[in-house]
C-alpha cells in the first residue's frame, strides 16, 4: 500500500504541511480520513501513500480529476460554502484534515464526521497573517486561540497546538491542532 510520494519539479506547494506530516502516523490501511478543501491534493496524496483510503472534498473539479486515478482517493467535488446540507453526515473518518482553509459554519460538521477517538489535523491562517500579505481577509483568518477554544468547546483532547509565524518556505501567522475526539 505504501506508495512514493510524488512531487513535480521539486515544488514546495506541493509537498505536505510538516505539521500534517508531524501528526499523521503510518495507517494499517484500515483507517479513512477526509481532507476538506484538499486544494491541490498534496494531504491526500500523502496520506494515500503511507497507507489511508482518502476522501479529498473541494470546490476544484479540476485538480480533483487528476485524483481520480490514485485508487485510494475518492475525490468530491463540493462547495463547502454554498451547500447548506452536510453531504458527508453518515460517514465517519478516523482523521480529519483541513488545512489553509477556514468556514466556520462547517465546525459542527467536521466534529460530526469524526469518529470516537478520530483526530482532527487542523492548520490554517491568523489574524496576524494580514501584515504578510494574503490571506488578510479577516472572515477567513483565526482569532487569538479560536482553535484552541474550538477544541475545548466540543470535548476534543488537545496533544498539540501551535499559535505561531513561520519564515518558510513563505512568512505567515498560523494556528495549528492536533487533537482527538473523546
Given at each position: ?20 506530516k508531524n501528526n ?55 462547495d463547502l460554502e ?101
Amino acid at each position: 500500500m505504501n506508495k512514493k510520494l510524488k512531487i513535480k519539479n521539486n515544488d514546495s506547494s506541493l509537498l505536505p504541511s510538516e505539521w500534517v506530516k508531524n501528526n499523521l502516523p503510518i495507517s494499517n490501511s484500515n483507517l479513512n480520513l477526509l481532507d476538506l478543501a484538499c486544494g491541490n491534493g498534496r494531504h491526500s496524496i500523502y496520506a494515500a501513500s503511507i497507507g489511508y483510503r482518502v476522501i479529498s472534498v473541494d470546490i476544484n473539479k479540476n485538480i480533483l480529476s487528476e485524483m481520480q486515478n490514485n485508487e485510494f482517493i475518492i475525490p468530491i467535488q463540493l462547495d463547502l460554502e454554498k451547500n447548506n446540507i452536510w453531504p458527508l453526515q453518515d460517514d465517519k473518518f478516523d482523521v480529519v484534515i483541513v488545512t489553509n482553509y477556514l468556514y466556520r459554519p462547517i465546525f459542527k460538521n467536521i466534529i460530526k464526521s469524526m469518529k470516537s477517538d478520530g483526530k482532527l489535523i487542523y492548520e490554517t491562517f491568523t489574524e496576524e497573517n494580514s501584515a504578510f500579505g494574503k490571506p488578510n481577509n479577516k472572515n477567513y483568518l483565526l482569532q487569538p486561540q479560536e482553535l484552541l477554544k474550538f477544541a475545548r468547546n466540543n470535548k476534543l483532547k488537545i496533544i498539540n497546538y501551535e499559535e505561531i509565524i513561520i519564515e518558510k518556505p513563505i512568512k505567515k501567522a498560523v494556528q495549528r491542532i492536533f487533537s482527538i475526539l473523546k
